[in-house]
């Protein structure tokens, strides 16, 4: 059992390095009141966004935060 609970820290101490990196090397969201005053954000790049490497950063966010809330609950179960 004690061998599974190191495991798992390891894999969630990972997680949260890559985590970090991810989320710093993602823009910013914002499009300031520039894009809000000329509509701009239906754009090719917008709906197009899923294929790009912004995208990949952001699906990978959301999974990497999902196996960080499960982790860390089977880490709190521990």
Known sequence: MEIL???VQIIYVLICIV???IVLKQEGKS???TG???GISDSYWS?????????LLDNATKILG???VVLSVVLNLF
Do not use: A, D, P
């Open 31 to 33: 499009e300031g009141l």
């Open 36 to 38: 809000t005053l000329t």
């Open 47 to 55: 709906k197009n966004k899923g294929r790009s490497k912004e995208g």
């Open 5 to 7: 609970k190191v495991t």
């Open 19 to 21: 985590l970090i990196v």
């Open 66 to 68: 999902v196996l960080f």
